[in-house]
């Protein structure tokens, strides 16, 4: 899975996830958000800036995650503009810096676009490996939404799932929703 994802070329890249974005933006569940928290892209995975400068545009509220100082947890940071000052954190990940930033409460959240390595079509998800968007999914609000985006070659049949591992209610690939 990774070294699939790992041939992808720039082109591919932008060409597949314009898809994913346009699948997004079609599902009326994720339409009706305002408070939005999405991951900031990192190297092949799906690119997510143009989804957030879309929500932007939208005037909705837009937040991504930055590793606390204990390396253990996230938090969510607020942003209006992709233009801010980013820096790159111990795994080469972009994160909101600087004394503008501002944390806010998972209870805002009523929508969370995700990054995974595979999902299945239940929505189960393997993550990084380190739990982040897993304990994350937990404080937020019932309401939420939880939204895995990914290429339709990292969907599978179905995922082992340990304890703490939490689905996703909806993934969406360039090929369309999958679930939901």
């Known amino acids: 899975m990774t070294q699939r994802r790992n041939d992808l070329n720039a082109k591919e890249i932008i060409e597949l996830s314009r898809k994913i974005e346009k699948n997004l933006f079609s599902c009326e569940d994720f339409l009706c958000r305002q408070h939005i928290l999405y991951y900031l892209s990192f190297g092949k995975e799906v690119s997510t800036d143009a989804m957030i400068v879309r929500s932007l545009l939208l005037h909705k509220k837009v937040y991504v ?12 940071c607020e942003i ?21 930033i501002q944390v806010v409460s ?26 982040y968007f897993d304990r994350l999914f937990e404080e937020l609000p019932e309401n939420s939404l939880s939204i895995g985006i990914a290429y339709s070659f990292q969907i599978l049949g179905s995922l082992h799932q340990d304890s703490w591992d939490k689905k996703v209610q909806k993934v969406i690939t360039e090929e369309g929703l999958l679930k939901g």
């Open 65 to 76: 995650p930055r590793i606390k100082k204990n390396g253990k947890e996230i938090e969510i």
């Open 80 to 100: 209006k503009s992709l233009e801010r000052d980013f820096e790159l954190n111990n795994f080469g990940i972009r994160e909101p810096s600087g004394a503008y």
């Open 106 to 131: 998972p209870n805002k959240i009523d929508a969370v676009v995700t990054p995974g390595l595979a999902f299945d079509c239940s929505g189960g998800r393997i993550g990084s490996g380190r739990g």
